[in-house]
Nanobody
Framework: QVQLVESGGGLVQAGGSLRLSCAASGSIFSINTMAWYRQAPGKQRELVAR???????NYADSVKGRFTISRDNAKNTVYLQMISLKPEDTAVYYC?????????????????WGQGTQVTVSS
């Protein structure tokens, strides 16, 4: 089992900054992909940023140039640095991790989600 714990959300004025953190723990063998998604009220969950173990990144067009995803492999932690925040960035932000974990007898794939952290940007 792999658990994800997020932190860093909160209330910020438009133009401000926040940094989200997500720490993975458990019987981790390897993490291939870590990502941030968000879900605003009445909308579907959408990908914000993704980072692979090889260093490839993907960003939603709406956050390019403002958000940066990074990772500390030694701590199994992924970060999302958000600057120039806009009211439309208001959402619950979810961390995602996918990889392999130990089970009795070997390895299996896992895909885990965090509990979500609220980001509210006031105008």
């Amino acid at each position: 089992q792999v658990q994800l714990v997020e932190s860093g959300g909160g209330l910020v004025q438009a133009g401000g900054s926040l940094r989200l953190s997500c720490a993975a723990s458990g019987s981790i063998f390897s993490i291939n992909t870590m990502a941030w998604y968000r879900q605003a009220p009445g909308k579907q969950r959408e990908l914000v940023a993704r980072l692979t173990s090889g260093g490839s990144t993907n960003y939603a067009d709406s956050v390019k140039g403002r958000f940066t995803i990074s990772r500390d492999n030694a701590k199994n932690t992924v970060y999302l640095q958000m600057i120039s925040l806009k009211p439309e960035d208001t959402a619950v932000y979810y961390c995602y991790a996918g990889g392999s974990c130990w089970i009795p007898g070997g390895l299996r794939d896992f895909a885990s989600w965090g509990q979500g952290t609220q980001v509210t940007v006031s105008s």
